[in-house]
């Protein structure tokens, strides 16, 4: 939909220029201030009745009658010192009226014949309500193509392409963040300059804690491509106390005449409710998919689906192949600062965790459950060692960036290989399993659930009686004493020296004797016994095992 411009007027404002051209000043010559006829008249004033002060009188003019300006001649300084700019005289300038009286800053009017203050009033008036109506016809004209296209479903990038037709020069619109969200009129090289020095000239002079607040519409220079200078209108969109964005209009010249300044102003202002409101639109239909494949990523990887049917007709409404191999990620998510809605920032890290990617054209998804980031990466066909590398290499990438965003190191961890949709919950218990084991030993890096072999395979024993009791009999004991416990595992995890425990708990080396001694009277078990240290390294390994089971069970069963 194309739009033809209607009529609004020749210029954006009533200048003294064009009062002077109206057939009413017929005859009226212009004593001083020949150089400043383009200057704004809004309003005219009996020089009499002009408010005292502290009332500004910018773009207001003054009148007065041959008689009463030889009275009031002398408050002429004053009033041009508060923004009055032209003075006319009804009559001729009285001979005996000092000329050096005139200030500089107005501009002096004086008429051939006397015409009235109100037939003077009237014609201002007149024009300036000429101006507004056409001003408004116009608004009119643009809202309605604005808002036919949006009524008709037509979308953002269609809004932005009539905005382009009817300001007849390039457009864009701007989210929040000052990134481009559609365009018209530009090849991509323009775009991406463009949209730099819009971005740069928007936030230029404005506080950053401002920046999200609207600032009505502005017009700026703008560096644009082979070093050209663009002008910039741009209009705030604004839903009540919240910022959305900006609607600019982008036009190829450093200069611009009143009258399309006057049109682009009224595009982009009235623009602004409309592409808001589709950007408004558009934001809930991604919260909403967002939620829904959020929902079926944990459906996914707590195998919830009731039968493959189910599981097929939501992964193809995801465009979803679950016949792909894929990988389950998992990490702590660390907040890099306080945000108002915890929530919402995780969720921001997710879709970041999800965009790391030293490979981009594999599919990447990613949900939130609890505080666990959770990605799951469709892997490339092959064996399973090759797409072992291929998860090895996500994960480090994933941990190497997130540690850089978080500003903490974090442990991303991963199960084996899921050769189809129907096994991501196999592999999304494993990357679980590995990341509690990894937290509980403080490690930070990225983790393979094969890596903790030692530790894994136990699993199949960790849930039977005989292991129950093994962690009854040793562990349990030692909860109840002054860190016993982690006495106990420092103890076996530097090979029984216990010089070297005594230095990993920043403790006396007689203090570490006398809790070994205090171990072996709990358990009954001499824990300096070769034997006896693997008995109790087993149990250590299994009540772990069995803590991050556990908690993977209640996750699972709450779900």
């Known amino acids: ?51 005292p002060r502290p009332d500004p009188l910018d773009a207001v ?75 408004m016809r116009y608004s009119t004209h ?24 009817l300001s007849r020069n390039p457009a864009m619109a701007l989210d929040a963040r000052g990134k481009v969200v559609a365009h018209n009129g530009l090849a991509a090289d323009a775009v991406k300059v463009l949209s730099a020095s819009v971005r740069h000239i928007l936030a230029t002079g404005v506080p950053a804690a401002q920046r999200s607040s609207g600032h009505e519409t502005r017009v700026d220079p703008v560096a644009g491509p082979h070093s050209g200078v663009w002008t910039c209108i741009a209009s705030a969109i604004q839903h009540g106390k919240t910022f959305h964005g900006w609607v600019v209009v982008l036009v190829p010249f450093a200069t611009l005449s009143a009258q399309d300044l006057f049109r682009h102003r009224i595009v982009t202002e009235q623009a602004t409710a409309i592409i808001g409101s589709e950007m408004l639109r558009q934001h809930s239909v991604d919260e909403a998919e967002e939620r829904a494949r959020g929902d079926f990523i944990q ?21 979803i192949d679950i016949d792909s191999p894929f990988a389950v990620f998992v990490a702590h998510g660390v907040l890099p600062h306080p945000v108002d809605n915890p929530v ?79 096994k991501v919950s196999d592999s999304y218990r494993e990357a679980r399993i590995a990341l509690g084991i990894a937290r509980r030993l403080r490690r930070t890096s990225a983790i393979s659930y094969e890596e903790l072999r030692s530790l894994t395979v136990l699993t199949e024993i960790a849930d039977t009686e005989t292991s129950r009791q093994l962690v009854q009999e040793v562990i349990e004991p030692l909860r109840s004493g002054p860190n016993l416990l982690e006495t106990l595992t420092n103890y076996l995890a530097h090979g029984g020296n216990v010089n070297a425990t005594a230095r990993g708990l920043n403790v006396h080396r007689n203090t570490t004797l006398a809790k070994l001694d205090r171990i072996s009277r709990t ?11 693997f008995t109790l390294g087993l149990a250590i390994r299994l009540s772990l095992l069995a803590e991050v089971e556990a908690a993977a069970d209640r996750e699972a069963a709450f779900r």
């Open 344 to 422: 919402a920032g995780m969720i921001r890290l997710a879709r970041y965790a999800a965009g790391i990617s030293p490979e981009c054209s594999a599919r990447t998804d990613a949900t939130v459950i609890g505080d666990v980031l959770v990605v799951i990466r469709a892997l490339r066909n092959g064996d399973d060692a090759a797409m072992g590398r291929q998860m090895a290499d996500f994960a480090q990438e994933m941990y190497a960036e997130l540690e850089r965003r978080c500003r903490t190191a974090v442990a991303v961890a991963y199960g084996r290989p899921a050769h189809n949709a129907a």
């Open 142 to 165: 643009v809202c309605d193509s604005l808002a036919g296209l949006f009524h008709r479903g037509a979308g953002l990038q269609l809004l932005i392409r009539e905005v382009s037709n």
């Open 61 to 135: 003019g003054l009148y007065a009658r041959p008689e009463a300006l030889l009275a009031n001649g002398s408050v002429l300084t004053a009033l041009a010192g508060r923004g009055a700019c032209l003075l006319v005289v009804d009559g001729t300038i009285p001979a005996d009226f000092p000329r050096a009286g005139l200030p500089a800053g107005l501009v002096i009017i004086e008429m051939a014949l006397p015409v009235g203050f109100a037939a003077l009033n009237r014609l201002l008036a007149e024009r300036t309500l000429s101006q507004e109506l056409q001003a």
């Open 523 to 533: 358990i009954g078990l001499d824990v300096r016994e070769p034997e006896n240290q």
């Open 299 to 319: 459906a996914l990887v707590h195998g919830s689906f009731c039968h493959e049917q189910e599981l097929r007709a939501r992964a193809d409404h995801h465009e």
């Open 1 to 51: 939909m194309t739009a033809a411009h209607p009529n609004v007027g020749e210029n954006s404002q009533i200048t003294i220029q064009r009062l002077l051209n109206e057939p009413l000043m017929s005859g009226a010559r212009v004593v001083a201030g020949a150089d400043k006829l383009d200057r704004e008249l809004t309003w005219i004033l009996p020089l009499t009745e002009v408010p």
